[in-house]
């Protein structure tokens, strides 16, 4: 974490002082330079309470884009601790310098609550000051942290202390200074910190606000807690920004102030690149905020840094590029991230044509690819194929089999017999012993891996002669490495890998000459099946393999797959934490959000109807496309997916 540098107690908590006099604004409230008090009131014997919040922090790793989380973006508050105290001074109407009087609270429980008691004051006008530890983070070597703010309590006893209360305390004071009443003061100052972070919403009170509230106002302060998170490793850091915000500028100079971005670091404005703005703007548009505004606010932000003009009624409806097929569009008065794929240039280039499955007559459209050199042609419709049994219709519904085609349970999708069991495993003939005798060839174990590597393809394997759900054979080939690594001899590869394979090594059936893969369902060897690539498909045309997807997600690109191959009606949807777009269909796959039905395997809804399309793979387990920005996997589970033919060429299976 980046810090900020430290300067003078006196310097960052100087709160200005010495102002002469005040006058009526016409509001019933005394500022400037009158000699009346018009309007106040003293209060009696009166309590405030409120909640007491320096901002948030998030749980370790959500914000990689490579890790899927539970929705929403799990938030820590970050709160004063218990038994932190809570200061309210009186201020004096005039000078609104402090009174002396001073009464004194403490914070109650884990939340940050707190409550005063027993207050009587001559001017409502009060600052409140919490100070004390923080008990989530940044405070671990006894420092206390302090945050203030500046309210009227004519109008409310309930008063949240947070960072924009703490931002806005120097505005007040100059504008109260400057001849405003107390209520224009308060109003303009929050304006003004605001304005700071690209927000021009009339929202609430800023001691009004709840950070884990979800108004839009809430939103706000959540929004502009997360941006200053690292700033606020020092509290006195508010008041430095809160004074600099007063004074008029926009932002300090290049060596203090800060751009934040969306994954806790720290940019020079004068240095940052357009394209990291753009970055940040598409994560905070892809991240499921637990306030729908967060993301909103966050956007804006970020693209006026793009030098995007304020969006207003005047430019409503207006969009701007900022990187691939994203585009920025003023929205109700925000900049909003959002995917315009119309005038975008995949540069893939595909040609299309149609195909007849003799035993139905039924007609479908295909694609057809130069991957790399080789040639690639898919069916570009689900396999609809009736001449077998067990078949079901996503979701439950007859009517989404003619939207998205039936699922075929694994078994049946591989051609065999729906009566058998769910099976035990799927291994491919040859792996072990061509494996195990390249290892022993080896002179180099750091070689191994290298050697053995084409022999697992994401298939599965039998352990120990029990079936491991979701562990891919690669994960069992580090295993055996490991193991042999730690022997003596490479000539005990077989002994320290063969109990990876159980029982199966027994039977033969890992024989080099055999080829394809084999499905078991029990451990005898009457209940292997050789699996035939033709699977269900017509002739002529085979189940593809996790290898075909690979070659296809590397021709199209790994940071835009799942949006190149998802149909046009794929509708924007959170999958887990984070929006997945639209399908753009660009190279005219037509893969459909059809789900799956079975047992639950998939994590974070990423295989759920209308949220991911999942393919049978010739090896038994099952492909899945869902996220934009990566392709799917392969999987295995007993389950029923959808069937996408590729054509059975020699240039394909090369």
């Not at 020092?234 to 969306?262: C, H, K, P």
């Not at 191994?448 to 759900?469: I, M, P, Q, S």
């Not at 759920?608 to 090896?619: E, I, M, S, Y």
Request: negative net charge; hydrophobic residues 35%.
């Amino acid at each position: 974490m980046k810090k900020f540098s430290i300067y003078t107690t006196a310097a960052l908590m100087a709160l200005a002082s010495n102002f002469a006099g005040c006058s009526s604004d016409g509001d019933g409230s005394v500022a400037g330079n009158s000699s009346e008090e018009t309007g106040i009131i003293a209060l009696e014997n009166i309590s405030i309470a409120g909640v007491a919040r320096v901002g948030l922090i998030l749980e370790d790793d959500q914000e990689s884009d490579s890790v899927q989380r539970e929705e929403p973006l799990i938030t820590i508050f970050n709160n004063f601790d218990k038994g932190s105290v809570v200061t309210l001074h009186e201020l004096d109407c005039k000078t609104f310098d402090e009174t002396g009087r001073d009464y004194v609270g403490n914070v109650y429980d884990d939340e940050g609550a707190y409550k005063v008691d027993s207050i009587t004051i001559t001017c409502p006008y009060v600052l409140v000051e919490v100070s004390g530890k923080l008990n989530k983070g940044y405070y671990d070597d006894g420092r206390t942290a302090s945050l203030r703010a500046l309210v009227d309590l004519q109008t409310s006893k309930e008063v949240n202390v947070n960072v924009l209360t703490g931002l806005a305390v120097e505005g007040i004071l100059k504008n109260v200074k400057a001849g405003s009443s107390f209520a224009n003061a308060k109003k303009n100052a929050e304006q003004a910190v605001l304005k700071t972070f690209g927000i021009y919403d009339g929202l609430a009170s800023f001691d009004s606000m709840d950070i884990s509230g979800n108004t839009r106002s809430d939103g706000a302060l959540y929004a502009v807690s997360y941006l200053l998170r690292n700033f606020l490793y020092y509290t006195q850091n508010v008041v430095y920004l809160s004074q600099n915000i007063a004074s008029g500028e926009e932002w300090l100079d290049d060596s203090r102030m800060l751009q934040f971005d969306l994954q806790g670091g720290t940019y020079n404005k004068s240095t940052i690149g357009k394209g990291d703005l753009a970055d940040m703007a598409i994560r905070a548009r892809m991240y499921r905020w637990p306030n729908e505004w967060v993301a909103k606010y966050l956007q804006n932000y970020v693209l006026v840094g793009f030098d995007l003009d304020r969006c207003q009624e005047s430019n409503q409806g207006t969009e701007v590029a900022l990187k691939e097929y994203y585009v920025a569009r003023c929205d109700s008065g925000l900049w909003l991230v959002k995917a315009n794929y119309s005038n975008y240039d995949f540069g893939l280039s595909y040609t299309t044509g149609t195909m007849v499955d003799s035993r139905d007559n039924h007609e479908y459209k295909t694609v057809t690819y130069d991957v790399d050199g080789v040639v690639q042609t898919w069916m570009a419709e689900n396999l609809n194929y009736a001449g077998v049994d067990s078949l079901l219709c996503p979701g439950g519904e007859n009517a989404n089999c003619d939207t998205y085609g039936p699922l075929y349970p694994l078994n049946v999708a591989m051609g065999i017999s729906n009566t058998q069991k769910f099976p035990l495993g799927i291994i491919r003939f040859g792996s072990m012993e061509n494996c195990l005798d390249e290892m022993k060839d080896g002179a180099d174990s750091s070689e191994w891996r290298a050697h053995c590597e084409k022999y697992f393809d994401g298939t599965y394997l039998v352990v120990g002669g029990t079936y491991n759900r979701g562990e891919y054979a690669y994960g069992n080939l580090n295993r055996c490495v490991t193991d042999m690594e730690d022997s003596v001899s490479t000539e005990d590869a077989e002994d320290y890998c063969g109990v990876l394979f159980g029982e199966l090594r027994d039977f033969g059936w890992f024989k080099a000459e055999e080829g394809g893969y084999a499905m078991f369902y029990a451990a005898d060897e009457d209940s292997v099946y050789h699996l035939q690539p033709q699977g269900i498909c017509p002739e002529g045309w085979r189940l593809p393999t996790d290898q075909d997807f690979k070659a296809l997600e590397k021709w199209v690109g790994k940071s835009r797959f799942g949006v190149v191959m998802k149909s046009t009606t794929w509708p924007e949807a959170w999958v887990g934490g984070r929006l997945m777009l639209e399908g753009a269909d660009a190279i005219g796959f037509n893969a459909l959000p059809a789900g799956y039905a079975g047992e639950d395997i998939c994590q974070f809804e990423e295989c759920n109807l209308g949220k991911g399309a999942t393919f049978a793979l010739q090896g038994g387990s099952f492909y899945v496309i869902s996220s934009d920005y990566a392709a799917g996997y392969a999987r295995i589970g007993n389950i029923a997916v959808s069937v996408r033919c590729i054509k059975d060429s020699a240039e394909a299976r090369e």
